[in-house]
């Protein structure tokens, strides 16, 4: 049995000495001196033996069982060590190397055109009014003094939802209404910004979505000259100090009188070009003084108040600022176009 010990001791010696990973020491520790190891299974079989040789066995047993551990923890400990030494130079990270650079979204040119725009006529005190996309007949077309059947209502080929009554805004100018009954009888200084939507064929030059800039202010005494000179300061705050100006008459339902107003092309500085077609002025927004019927729909009465309204289109402000020539790049996504902004 001694014998029998000293040839397994040998074996697992030897086996030992050709480990070279830590799963396969393990293996090997339950295999020889783990508790079901075969090693201290033969210790347990000492009282097989007659009591004169169990004092010898026994001490040799614990012997080669020592010797083994140690051999163990030592083999073990180098295993380990050029185990980690692989690992750490496998996982290195060069930290000198440069990031890679996340890609940022940014504004759509409608919004910088926007909030440039809003920050101007909050600078000269206006404040923005929201009001709703879906409207009523009464508040996009009749309140604004456009009466059924008027032919100014074909300039705004409309959305109509299943409730005939129900349509999509074909400009902001329903939001007068809305701003001027949730003021009235305070004086109002607002803009109304916002999506507007026609029923046409969508073109270069015509989409069935667009914004508009709404301008609204009613108050006591205000007179055509309040509108010509708020007006053109912001056309000096948004196309320099001191652009010409000039104010042609119009027709709106809601505005009388009315009028548009054009900027000296800022391209060829009157001289004529393609963008202002050789024309020289860049015709930029509508304007008037509110019409008595729709002052007196918000509620105020027109012997006792007055006010001045215009309405810009910010694509049609973006589209000069930067010579883009087709409209329906605004709406189509395409990131080519989004990001030159
Ligand atoms: N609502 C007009 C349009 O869509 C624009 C407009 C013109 C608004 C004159 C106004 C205004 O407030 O006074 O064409």
Request: with cysteine.
């Given at each position: 049995m001694l014998e029998q010990l000293e040839t397994l001791a040998k074996t697992a010696e030897t086996e030992l000495s050709q480990l070279n990973t830590s799963e396969a020491l393990s293996a090997w520790n339950s295999k020889y001196i783990g508790r079901k190891g075969q090693?201290?299974?033969?210790?347990?079989?000492?009282?097989?033996?007659?009591?004169?040789?169990?004092?010898?066995?026994?001490?040799?047993?614990?012997?080669?069982?020592?010797s083994l551990e140690a051999a163990y923890e030592q083999t073990s400990s180098?295993?380990?060590?050029?185990?980690?030494?692989?690992?750490?130079?496998?996982?290195?990270?060069?930290?000198?190397?440069?990031?890679?650079?996340?890609?940022?979204?940014?504004?759509?040119?409608?919004?910088?055109?926007?909030?440039?725009?809003?920050?101007?006529?909050?600078?000269?005190?206006?404040?923005?009014?929201?009001?709703?996309?879906v409207e009523t007949d009464e508040m996009n077309f009749q309140f604004l003094n456009f009466p059924p059947h008027h032919p100014a209502r074909e300039m705004q080929d409309t959305f109509y939802t299943t409730n005939p009554d129900l349509l999509l805004r074909t400009h902001t100018?329903?939001?007068?209404?809305?701003?001027?009954?949730?003021?009235?009888?305070?004086p109002i200084r607002v803009i109304l910004p916002g999506m507007c939507y026609r029923n046409e064929q969508i073109t270069a030059r015509s989409e069935i979505q667009f914004h508009q800039v709404e301008g609204l202010a009613v108050g006591h005494g205000i007179r055509f000259s309040d509108l010509k000179g708020t007006l053109i300061n912001f056309t000096n705050r948004l196309y320099g100090q001191g652009r010409?100006?000039?104010?042609?008459?119009?027709?709106?339902?809601?505005?009388?009188?009315s009028a548009e107003m054009d900027v000296e092309c800022f391209l060829c500085d009157g001289k004529g070009c393609k963008v202002c077609k050789y024309a020289g002025w860049l015709e930029i927004l509508?304007?008037?003084?509110?019409?008595?019927?729709?002052?007196?729909?918000?509620?105020?009465?027109?012997?006792?108040?007055?006010?001045?309204?215009?309405?810009?289109?910010?694509?049609?402000?973006?589209?000069?600022?930067?010579?883009?020539?087709?409209?329906?790049?605004?709406?189509?996504?395409?990131?080519?176009?989004?990001?030159?902004?």
């Amino acid at each position: 049995m001694l014998e029998q010990l000293e040839t397994l001791a040998k074996t697992a010696e030897t086996e030992l000495s050709q480990l070279n990973t830590s799963e396969a020491l393990s293996a090997w520790n339950s295999k020889y001196i783990g508790r079901k190891g075969q090693i201290p299974q033969m210790l347990r079989q000492v009282s097989q033996l007659p009591k004169e040789e169990r004092p010898t066995f026994g001490q040799r047993a614990n012997q080669l069982k020592k010797s083994l551990e140690a051999a163990y923890e030592q083999t073990s400990s180098v295993v380990k060590s050029a185990e980690m030494e692989q690992s750490m130079a496998e996982g290195a990270i060069d930290i000198s190397l440069p990031g890679r650079p996340l890609s940022r979204g940014r504004l759509h040119p409608s919004t910088q055109t926007l909030r440039r725009i809003y920050q101007i006529w909050a600078d000269m005190g206006f404040q923005i009014y929201h009001s709703r996309d879906v409207e009523t007949d009464e508040m996009n077309f009749q309140f604004l003094n456009f009466p059924p059947h008027h032919p100014a209502r074909e300039m705004q080929d409309t959305f109509y939802t299943t409730n005939p009554d129900l349509l999509l805004r074909t400009h902001t100018s329903p939001g007068q209404i809305h701003a001027m009954r949730e003021f009235c009888p305070e004086p109002i200084r607002v803009i109304l910004p916002g999506m507007c939507y026609r029923n046409e064929q969508i073109t270069a030059r015509s989409e069935i979505q667009f914004h508009q800039v709404e301008g609204l202010a009613v108050g006591h005494g205000i007179r055509f000259s309040d509108l010509k000179g708020t007006l053109i300061n912001f056309t000096n705050r948004l196309y320099g100090q001191g652009r010409p100006v000039r104010f042609r008459a119009s027709h709106f339902p809601f505005t009388e009188p009315s009028a548009e107003m054009d900027v000296e092309c800022f391209l060829c500085d009157g001289k004529g070009c393609k963008v202002c077609k050789y024309a020289g002025w860049l015709e930029i927004l509508g304007c008037g003084m509110v019409h008595p019927n729709v002052l007196r729909n918000g509620g105020y009465d027109p012997a006792e108040f007055s006010g001045f309204a215009f309405g810009m289109g910010p694509e049609r402000i973006t589209m000069l600022r930067h010579g883009i020539e087709d409209i329906r790049y605004f709406w189509g996504n395409d990131l080519r176009f989004l990001k030159q902004f």
